[in-house]
């Protein structure tokens, strides 16, 4: 079992950064992989960003470079640092959990987190 919340969602201009965080608790953290998807309305779920419990990365192509996801595994946290931000970056933003990376990847993991509203607007 793993339970998962986000924080760090608000408002923010284009251009601008935001920082994400997710706590995890109920389990050991360090042997799962992690990651952020988003939706917005009217919008599939996409993938944003996975890390695996290496610490290895892979990116959606629209947030390359822009977007770093890291791990702190004595905190049992994980962070999404997003600079550069554009109005197609807003959405819900939740935080996955699953101890086989390659699921993660492909959308079908065991924890989900709640949520937590990005908003990017001048």
């Known amino acids: 079992q793993v339970q998962l919340v986000e924080s760090g969602g608000g408002l923010v201009q284009p251009g601008g950064s935001l920082r994400l965080s997710c706590a995890a608790s109920?389990?050991?953290?360090?042997?799962?992989?992690m990651g952020w998807y988003r939706q917005a309305p009217g919008k599939q779920r996409e993938l944003v960003a996975v890390?695996?419990?290496?610490?290895?990365?892979n990116y959606a192509d629209s947030v390359k470079g822009r977007f770093t996801i890291s791990r702190d595994n004595a905190k049992n946290t994980v962070h999404l640092q997003m600079n550069s931000l554009k109005p197609e970056d807003a959405a819900v933003y939740y935080c996955?959990?699953?101890?086989?990376?390659?699921?993660?990847?492909?959308?079908?993991?065991?924890?989900w987190g709640q949520g937590t509203q990005v908003t990017v607007s001048s």
């Open positions: 996955a959990a699953d101890k086989i990376y390659n699921r993660l990847i492909a959308g079908i993991v065991s924890y």
């Open positions: 890390i695996s419990s290496g610490g290895s990365t």
């Open positions: 109920g389990s050991i953290f360090s042997i799962y992989a």
